[in-house]
């Protein structure tokens, strides 16, 4: 029997961060319902797995599949259970591996220019950046010079921002974001291009076990299976 597939598996829902939105609608297949979750949940990972369970709780009993489009996440999925439907999950530490297309994309970039920053449209359009949290959180509550110090200090470790081009979404206001993060910061910006095959790959299958976590009904989310991964170490 051949690894096990999206077609496979009756009425399959996607439960994905918003900011994934216009990559999945460029792969999603015909008749997968889809749920987003705001981003902003990535900034407080403890409540998580609880919002995910939450949706994923409230899913119809016909729905026959789960797929969550997030990586281990700061462990923000540990602890989600798949209740009557399987669950298949991207073994990925970081979500940017997905957006590159593999972890050994991922490694590659991170090794041969570490210190980068990666956004795409999408987190510019649904998202937050440090650039939105400088100008709509820290400058109306600090001031100035306290919140350049803030973000200055979140950033210490970055000198690059790399904007991720999948070929869709809107790339004039990721390319704006991405320039203006730059200018602000002093960093340098580039743009790279990006892959949709490991999304693709998460929506449609076939899941092999290198890439993909599948749980059946009544198991949960671990850390375990992503400890065995190859990592890169983030500044």
């Not at 015909?30 to 797995?49: C, E, F, N, V, W």
């Not at 999304?199 to 449609?204: A, D, W």
Request: glycine content about 10%.
């Amino acid at each position: 029997m051949g690894q096990p597939g999206a077609d496979q598996f009756t009425n399959p829902h996607l439960i994905a961060c918003e900011v994934f939105r216009d990559e999945f609608e460029a792969v999603a297949p015909p008749g997968l319902a889809r749920t987003y979750l705001a981003q902003g949940l990535h900034r407080t990972p403890g409540k998580m797995p609880a919002a995910i369970q939450e949706v994923v709780d409230k899913l119809p009993t016909d729905v026959g599949l789960v797929i969550l489009g997030y990586g281990l996440c700061s462990n923000g999925i540990v602890g989600v259970t798949a209740n009557h439907a399987p669950i298949v999950a991207p073994k990925v530490h970081d979500c940017i591996a997905l957006l590159l297309g593999s972890r050994e994309r991922y490694e590659a970039e991170v090794s041969a220019c570490p210190g980068t920053y990666y956004i795409t449209a999408g987190w510019a359009k649904y998202g937050k950046t440090s650039l939105t949290a400088y100008k709509e959180e820290y400058l109306p509550k600090y001031g100035e010079e306290d919140a350049r110090y803030i973000a200055e200090e979140c950033l210490k470790h970055y000198t690059r921002v790399a904007l991720i081009n999948h070929g869709t979404g809107d790339m004039a206001v990721g390319r704006a974001h991405a320039e203006e993060f730059a200018e602000t910061f002093g960093m340098t910006c580039v743009e790279i291009p990006g892959s949709l095959d490991y999304l693709r790959r998460l929506v449609q299958g076939p899941w092999d076990d290198t890439d993909f976590l599948v749980l059946q009904p009544g198991t949960s989310v671990s850390a375990e299976p992503f400890m065995a991964l190859h990592s890169v170490s983030l500044p």
